[in-house]
């Protein structure tokens, strides 16, 4: 019940926003809806609730993790998303509003959902309900990227049908469940041939949901024109319920046998998705796509340390949430820049710190955290990431890693700093937005839970990781 | 199960994939394609043998959805744009169907290196379904329209739709249901931003979508 739950209160919600008449009012009905729903997160992780739907539904450790970031993501979100709305008077909200809530409800789908089929069918929704977020500024520009994201979304999402029906057929037998225990459970009797298909095409189809290169293409021009809100949504919420599908993939070909075909793959991926993102974060100037690539590269990471394995399993799980709360930090803190200035090329963007000294330094903060500066909490996860690719014997991975790290931090650097430091240039662009309670507070609690996953891991958040780890390597 | 009628329908499957990509007209591409959905709705019956309830109703939503309405969204999206009903193709209509008859031809490789099971020998199933979904890629990256484009997207998830009659004895109705309504959902989706990229754009040239590049 408490899962449906999770699942019809944000649809419930929408219904409600969608009734309301008032541009006005409508963003309350966001934090009371977020509040619920992370009440429920809580109550879903700590009381082991039943399977729903005989066990289409049901929250594994993996699930949990990632329900449990949707649900605070979404509750940062949602309280900046009153301030914020507030400055977009000018355009309706009442599709914006609805199509959050969906997509809340669509993501919790994708985190509770132990059916191979319908786990499909939430990512798929996701992509329907992002699009119209995507196209909210009305814009050329939004509709072109809306378009490609509809386009290379929608092939991405088809191919991973086609590759679900392919694990589905290796697994053919008396049994024909597609729940993901059973998967596991037959997995050793599975065709290898079809298995082998099935994963590339799986890894692939998700993988663009993801924004692993070269299926990134959409992403910087989604991010790029998004308003920061959805970026932040997309890059820490939807990209990680992508990972979850390729890590249930992932653990049924281990289960298998299969398992270094599918490492040799991920690690493949990982490091070409790191090696483009480096290439073309140098020397771009307009910083929102600037963080589209920077997603690009952490997906790498995700996949690269699953694919290394070990101890480079529990780094990935753990950045998945360092990676999701400072994309939060960077993608909000670069909308409020962003407002300050009506640009988002660093040619008129120049002394955020003194214009919007909040947002600036938050800013200047998550861009530390997010290149693995110490002491904050993607730091630790990459270096577990790394010091596992070294004891595994993985030197050419170790070091090529580090020195395209090492390239990210200057390029994006050198484009953060841009922005930062400095006089704002007296033709630069003045706009009425200034930092404000609700648009700034939100963004400074996301950085402080990156600091805090950085300084100190609490028990029961560490334990939740431990058991998601050790859950993807049972099926070893 | 009737085999050679259902072989014989796939082979219609993979001639309406070769029409596609030679057809210089807007309307006919639409036509091949809804015709194709209505052959791949007869598919499930024949598969089956028999009919039953699932089946009659996959059948059935299939030849509306993919035969009819969806086919008609385009077909309005065409009228209300007021496009110009030539095809604009990047690469030359005769050079995209030879390349079709390749990615025939090695969907037919490709798919001798997969074992089927006992009930599936004999059929063309697999390499229609992978013929169909490379037309489906073809359309998609060599024509310079936002409906054409959505086309492709439909012969692409008919390829798909092939493949899933293997499936259709195990997996439940519900995933089935699922397909259909998303593609539905998608196209719609997609009809209502074409229209907005006519009417922001005043051209359904996907060229003119240029301006978001490194």
């Known amino acids: 019940m408490l899962l449906l739950a999770l699942i019809a209160l944000p649809v419930l919600a929408a219904g409600v926003a969608m009734a309301l008449p008032s541009d006005e009012w409508r963003p309350y009905v966001l934090p009371g809806a977020a509040a619920g729903h992370l009440a429920l997160t809580v109550a879903a992780i700590v009381a082991p609730s039943e399977a729903a739907l005989q066990g289409w539904l049901a929250l594994d450790p993996l699930g949990r993790l990632v329900l449990l970031l949707l649900s605070v993501l979404f509750a940062i979100c949602a309280i900046y998303a009153v301030g914020y709305l507030r400055y977009r008077r000018e355009l309706s909200n009442r599709i914006f509003i609805p199509c959050l809530l969906v997509f809340l409800a669509m993501t919790s789908l994708v985190a509770c959902s132990q059916h191979l089929g319908l786990l499909w069918v939430g990512v798929e929704a996701t992509t329907l309900t992002t699009a119209p977020l995507i196209y909210f500024n009305r814009t050329q520009r939004s509709i072109e990227a809306t378009w490609k994201y509809l386009l290379v979304g929608s092939v991405g999402i088809a191919i991973a049908l086609l590759g679900s029906f392919f694990l589905a057929y290796a697994s053919l037998g008396q049994d024909s469940s597609l729940l993901f225990q059973d998967l596991l459970k037959r997995a050793n009797q599975m065709n290898r041939s079809w298995l082998h298909v099935a994963f590339v095409l799986l890894l692939v189809g998700y993988g663009t949901k993801m924004g692993l290169a070269p299926m990134h293409t959409w992403k910087p021009d989604a991010y790029g024109e998004a308003p920061g809100i959805v970026g932040a949504l997309l890059a820490g919420g939807l990209t990680n319920c992508a990972f979850l599908a390729v890590l249930r993939v992932f653990q049924v070909c281990q289960a298998a046998g299969e398992g270094a075909y599918a490492s040799r793959l991920l690690v493949f991926f990982g490091l070409f998705s790191i090696g483009v993102a480096a290439v073309f974060m140098v020397g771009q100037r307009d910083f929102k796509r600037m963080l589209a690539y920077s997603s690009v590269e952490h997906m790498g990471i995700l996949v690269l340390g699953v694919g290394l394995g070990g101890i480079g399993i529990l780094g990935a799980l753990l950045h998945m949430l360092n990676n999701g709360l400072t994309k939060g930090v960077l993608f909000l803190s670069a909308a409020n820049i962003h407002r300050a200035y009506g640009s988002k090329s660093i040619d008129q963007v120049a002394g955020a710190m003194r214009r919007v000294p909040l947002s600036g330094s938050l800013f200047l903060l998550g861009f530390f955290a997010i290149t693995g500066s110490p002491p904050f909490g993607p730091f630790v996860s990459e270096f577990l990431i790394l010091s596992r690719a070294f004891a595994a014997d993985r030197f050419v991975v170790g070091a090529g890693v580090l020195v395209l790290l090492l390239v990210v931090f200057v390029g994006m650097g050198r484009t953060v700093l841009t922005m930062v430091q400095g006089q704002p240039s007296s033709e630069a662009g003045r706009t009425q937005y200034r930092d404000g309670l609700l648009t700034g507070m939100p963004i400074a609690v996301s950085m402080g839970f990156v600091l805090l996953l950085g300084l100190h891991l609490p028990s029961p958040l560490e334990s939740l990781l431990r058991d998601a780890a050790a859950f993807l390597e049972a099926a070893r | ?214």
């Open chain 2, 1 to 214: 199960m009737n085999f050679s009628a259902a072989n014989l329908l796939l082979i219609g499957v993979l001639l309406l994939n070769l029409f596609c990509l030679g057809t210089s007209r807007i309307r006919a591409l639409i036509q091949a394609a809804a015709l194709q959905g209505v052959v791949l709705g007869v598919m499930p019956l024949l598969i089956h043998g028999r009919v039953d309830w699932n089946t009659g109703l996959i059948a059935l939503a299939t030849v509306v959805l993919k035969g009819n309405v969806i086919p008609g969204m385009l077909r309005r999206a065409l009228r209300e744009a007021q496009i110009k009903r030539e095809i604009e193709p990047l690469i030359g209509l005769v050079p995209t169907m030879l390349l079709g008859a390749l990615a025939t031809l090695l969907s037919i490789a490709f798919a001798s290196g997969l074992p089927l099971a006992p009930e599936h020998q004999n059929l063309l199933i697999v390499p229609a379904s992978f013929s169909t979904v490379l037309t489906g890629f073809l359309l998609l990256t060599t024509r310079m329209k936002a409906i054409t484009q959505a086309i492709g997207y439909l012969v692409l998830e008919n390829g798909i739709f092939i493949f899933g009659l293997l499936l259709l004895d195990a997996m439940p109705f519900l995933v089935e249901i699922g397909v259909l309504l998303d593609l539905f959902v998608g196209i719609f989706v997609v009809s209502i931003i074409i229209h907005h990229i006519n009417r922001e754009f005043a051209s359904l040239d996907t060229r003119r979508l240029a301006s978001l590049k490194e």
